[in-house]
């Protein structure tokens, strides 16, 4: 399915990450859209110690079709904090709803 992959060869960094069949390597989330949920993300990742978080190991976001299903099941939870983040700076804590 098109929506759900691309790759850009002309790319200088292409492959940003090692990976065996090159091509299943999606560009799609070249930066990945899950690096807000921490250690929720699912990936493969480390801290620095400065505390950013180190996805130079992760392919997750990469690989063909997997990633894309990762994300979008993912992105419900950023949904959800966005949310309920809103929901508390309105004082409607009441109508805060676990997603998970
Ligand atoms: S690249 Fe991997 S480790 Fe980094 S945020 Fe995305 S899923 Fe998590």
Do not use: W
């Not at 759900?4 to 940003?16: G, I, S, W």
């Not at 930066?31 to 505390?51: Q, S, V």
């Amino acid at each position: 399915m098109n929506y759900k992959f691309n790759q850009n060869k002309a790319c200088e960094f292409f492959p940003c990450h090692k990976m065996e069949n090159l091509e299943e390597f999606s560009c799609m989330f070249c930066y990945c859209p899950l690096y807000m949920l921490g250690k929720e993300c699912g990936g493969n990742f480390k801290y620095t110690a400065g505390g950013i978080k180190d996805c130079s190991n992760c392919i997750l976001p990469h690989i063909k079709d997997v990633g894309y299903d990762h994300i979008q099941k993912k992105m419900l939870h950023v949904i959800e904090c966005v949310r309920n983040e809103h929901l508390r700076d309105i004082g409607e804590e009441d109508k805060i709803i676990n997603l998970k």
